[in-house]
């Protein structure tokens, strides 16, 4: 699928603004400042509904919009077409969003924040992780939201209930849902990490050849049983051995929301063995993994919205992911200046006080 075109009114520094990405290789290239990540994100939010910079939507709002941003565009997939529209209207307690998504549409996003995946905590790396999943099984963000909803109510029960003699069976219908549910999200989250750790490797294959590969692998709270019948029973177990310990704590301490996911580079943490440039390499890696596996499982290239995507890599490199990207369907990356894209068999656009203008289309090699 592609965005034929999109039209952001109002959103953050751009008053008004339209992009006819060409359906290959874009290249967003300006000075810092102008407004081209946003570009990104506004692509982003009119695809899935969500922005991959902020969770506070009203950030998006524009700085002199009066509270009021729409984004507008066309869509492409195959023979079907669709016209989306959304608006944010500011109201007091966020923005209110309106319009409806196009639900096949899809996008995946890297920028550097994307680093935290292995610098950050767990629960950055268990959110990658659910979210990829749902895109491949979208009922899984329903059962991740009927689990924190259980577990925020068993861990208010517990601070409640530290002395009394029925906390046992106070909590034990918490501790049925919680291992419910808690393993149908280990054994999808097992699923989806097999199939990330096999697309991961080929990426890095690609981008770094010769390099140590990428290992992914589950750490869990609670060992998994071989079906979710037995997954269910360890955590019940589990969560029955660590009530004295949760009671006194008043939280929950065993579960899904306690699990990690390790990065390795052969057998050494990336955390710490690995340089920056490759920690950045590797962060790619990984977010452009969960295309390759949308491709494979779904049958259809989501956009990918890629923001200073060459900073810290050099030129070898550089050339090797822009060859990748060529084959990957509908890419938006942003560049400094137009450099980086000389390498590129693509489109070339020049962003300048809020003006988006073709610079034409570069072939393999052009200076």
Known sequence: ???????????????????????GLNVLVGKNGQGKTSILEAIYLLLTGRSFRTAKLVECLGWNAGGHTTL????????????????????EGGPEVRGMLC?????????????ALLAGGPHLRRAYLDAAAARLVPVHA????RYRLALHQRTRLLGDLAGRADAERLLAPWDEQLAALGSEIVHRRLETLALLAEAA?????ALAPGAAGVVLSYEPSVPPGADRAATQAALLGALAAARTRELRRGMTLVGPHR????????????????SRGEQRLLALAL???????????????PVLLLDDVLSELDREVGGR???????????????????????????????????????????????
């Open 142 to 145: 329903e059962a991740g939201r």
């Open 287 to 301: 977010r452009l993994a969960v295309a390759v596996v949308v491709r494979r499982r779904l049958g259809h290239n």
């Open 72 to 91: 507008a565009g066309e869509l492409v997939a195959g023979s079907q077409v669709r016209s989306v529209r959304l608006e944010l209207v500011a109201r």
């Open 1 to 23: 699928m592609h965005v034929r075109w999109i039209e952001l009114v109002g959103f953050r520094n751009h008053t008004s603004l339209t992009f006819a990405p060409e359906p």
């Open 103 to 115: 639900p096949w549409a899809g996008a995946v996003s890297f920028a550097a924040s994307d680093l």
């Open 201 to 205: 490797g080929d990426v890095q294959r």
């Open 321 to 367: 992911v822009q060859a990748w990207l060529e084959g990957q369907g509908q890419v938006v990356y942003t560049a400094t200046d137009a450099q980086p894209a000389a390498a590129a068999a693509g489109a070339v656009w020049q962003l300048t006080g809020g003006r988006l203008e073709p610079l034409g289309a570069l072939a393999p090699g052009a200076a």
């Open 259 to 274: 699990d990690d996911v390790a990065v390795r580079l052969g057998r050494a943490d990336a955390r710490t063995a690995a």
